[in-house]
């Protein structure tokens, strides 16, 4: 499996449908089937010719008329409960959040590294190395804002 291109039309897709959401709290979940080891239902793959795995069934979550069943054959199902647990609109968010942030300390860095040695900089290039955190931010924000036409 390859890994999509992060692309902004994908993280503002992402973002919205996060937000859209609801928070995906199956532990206050109405658990409708708490199956014991080996339960079945019918395969609604192969049209009830054959028999899966049944691992959780949910609804009512997030307080809302939601539903969300987990089977399978094989362990695959159980490993895409534990995904959807984790992978729930919050953790995308911040994801999403912390990617944009890097993303800014990036543009930071680039420029800074691209222009270090330029007329842009003046008598600020001894404050930049001498301060740190959000002092350098702010002062390569400001000269990345005066060489942009």
């Known amino acids: 499996m390859t890994a999509p291109t992060i692309t902004d039309d994908l993280v503002a897709e992402l973002e919205a449908l996060a937000k859209s959401a609801t928070p995906q709290d199956l532990d206050n979940a109405e658990e409708i089937i708490k199956a014991d080891p080996g339960a079945m239902i019918d395969c609604p793959v192969c049209g009830g010719e054959g028999y899966a ?3 959780n069934d949910y609804c009512n979550f997030d307080n809302h008329a939601i539903g969300v069943q987990f089977y399978g054959i094989g362990s695959e199902f159980g ?5 959807f647990r984790a992978a729930n609109p919050a953790t995308i968010l911040a994801l ?3 990617r944009a942030e890097l993303k800014r300390d990036v543009g930071r860095y680039r420029w800074l590294k691209d222009n270090a040695k330029s007329e842009f900089f003046g008598d600020q290039l001894i ?13 390569v924000d400001a000269a990345m804002q005066e060489q942009t036409p």
């Not at 490993?79 to 995904?83: H, I, S, T, V």
């Not at 930049?128 to 959000?134: A, K, P, Y």
């Open 127 to 139: 404050d930049m190395f001498t301060c740190s955190g959000q002092k350098i931010d702010r002062l």
């Open 96 to 98: 999403l959040a912390e």
């Open 79 to 83: 490993a895409g409960e534990r995904y």
């Open 53 to 55: 795995s049944l691992e």
